[in-house]
């Protein structure tokens, strides 16, 4: 018999960072997990990760126990390694932190192709040269 689920739980933490304090620590404990546990299963799955943000999806089962989800990062966070800045520009109308080529930008879409919600590449790649846009880079003609 399967295990009755009791919530799930979204989550974005720095790949092997996890620790019992906040943020991750005020969104499960109310749930009765043990944060050791859950930091102990989250760093080794992430390890190999960087320093990249890792997108996690947590389902809690009624017996307290979990199982975990890892995403692809976020787009922004690919961007921002790709252009080697720390953060988009604050009015990426005016401002510019860069341009991302064609090859930077088929790359991003294909690594986040599993995540998003787009038929083919083509359609990946219009994604994320929106979010680019939205941060404020150029994206290569």
């Known amino acids: 018999m399967a295990k009755k689920i009791k919530t799930t739980i979204k989550l974005q933490i720095p790949a092997g960072?996890?620790?019992p304090a906040p943020?991750?620590?005020t969104a499960l404990g109310p749930h009765g997990?043990?944060?050791m546990d859950f930091c102990n299963k989250f760093n080794d799955g992430t390890r190999?990760?960087?320093d990249s943000v890792i997108p996690v999806i947590i389902t809690i089962y009624e017996d307290?126990?979990?199982a975990l989800e890892f995403k692809t990062p976020p787009v922004s966070d690919m961007i921002r390694k790709a252009l080697k800045v720390q953060k988009g520009a604050a009015n990426p109308l005016k401002n510019k932190i860069g341009k991302l080529?064609?090859?930077q930008l088929r790359t991003i879409a294909e690594s986040?192709?599993?995540d998003l919600n787009a038929?083919?590449?083509e359609a990946a790649e219009r994604i994320v040269a929106g979010t680019a846009r939205s941060m404020g880079a150029e994206i290569e003609r």
């Open 33 to 35: 997990l043990n944060l």
């Open 112 to 114: 986040k192709m599993q």
């Open 17 to 19: 960072k996890a620790n």
């Open 101 to 103: 080529t064609k090859a």
């Open 23 to 25: 943020p991750v620590g």
């Open 64 to 66: 307290r126990s979990f």
């Open 48 to 50: 190999d990760k960087g």
């Open 119 to 121: 038929n083919d590449i």
